[in-house]
């Protein structure tokens, strides 16, 4: 993989994952998604302020638009420009060039990319992740969970590099973007996740 290959991946996969599909469902509805809620512009924020339909057409968008960019890395640079093109879609999804950089937590985009890459490791850590959720009820534990289980695997069953690597990098970009509910989940605070009826403008809750 040349440097021009290398700087054509990143920035292409970047631009594709900074258009933010929470964003732009909220506005049809007069909303800023990253006003409400957790002020994420995520799947479970949306979820939780506008309504599952809501939710399940932003999961499809992100999930989309990552595997758009996976693609195009693919396409560009083979395996390496896939694997490049997942971190940076990510990226461009955390921090939007789009939006003033305030973006998402890039979960989906990071699920979309384990699946496509590496299916059997994506589905145990999806299988690891849904137990979480189910038993606690909390997304952001479970997101960091499905983050935590396919690195580990992947460091075992492929090796260190680039694949194990790959998925670090992964898990400290979810980390990163987590800070803030790892900190309430140790002092019991984190909002549960529930399909209750969406809220009106302008309530936030902290998940």
């Known amino acids: 993989m040349t440097p021009v290959q290398y700087g054509l991946v990143a920035l292409t996969a970047y631009l594709i994952g900074s258009f933010s599909f929470g964003i732009v469902i ?4 007069g909303r800023d998604i990253r006003q409400e809620g957790s002020k994420s512009s995520g799947a479970t924020n949306v979820t939780r302020v506008l309504g599952i339909s809501y939710g399940v057409m932003t999961f499809l968008g992100d999930f989309i638009k ?4 996976l693609g195009a890395g693919a396409l560009i640079a083979g395996h390496d420009g896939a694997l490049v093109a997942s971190v940076f879609v990510v990226i461009g999804h955390n921090w939007p060039i789009y939006y003033g950089f305030k973006g998402g937590k890039g979960i989906v985009c990071s699920v979309a990319v384990v699946l496509l890459l590496y299916p059997l490791e994506g589905i145990l850590a999806s299988l ?8 606690s009820r909390y997304v952001s534990l479970g997101s960091l969970t ?16 680039p694949h194990g690597l790959w998925a670090v990098i992964l898990l400290a970009l979810g980390i990163f973007q987590h800070r803030s509910n790892i900190q309430r989940l140790v002092r019991g605070k984190e909002n ?7 809220q009106s403008p302008g309530v936030n809750t902290p998940g």
């Open 26 to 29: 909220s506005s049809t509805k």
């Open 66 to 69: 990552a595997a758009t960019a």
């Open 128 to 135: 690891a992740a849904i137990g979480v959720i189910w038993l």
């Open 146 to 161: 499905y983050l935590i289980v396919s690195a580990v695997i992947l460091m075992l069953t492929r090796g260190p590099v």
């Open 192 to 198: 549960k996740f529930s399909l209750k009826r969406p």
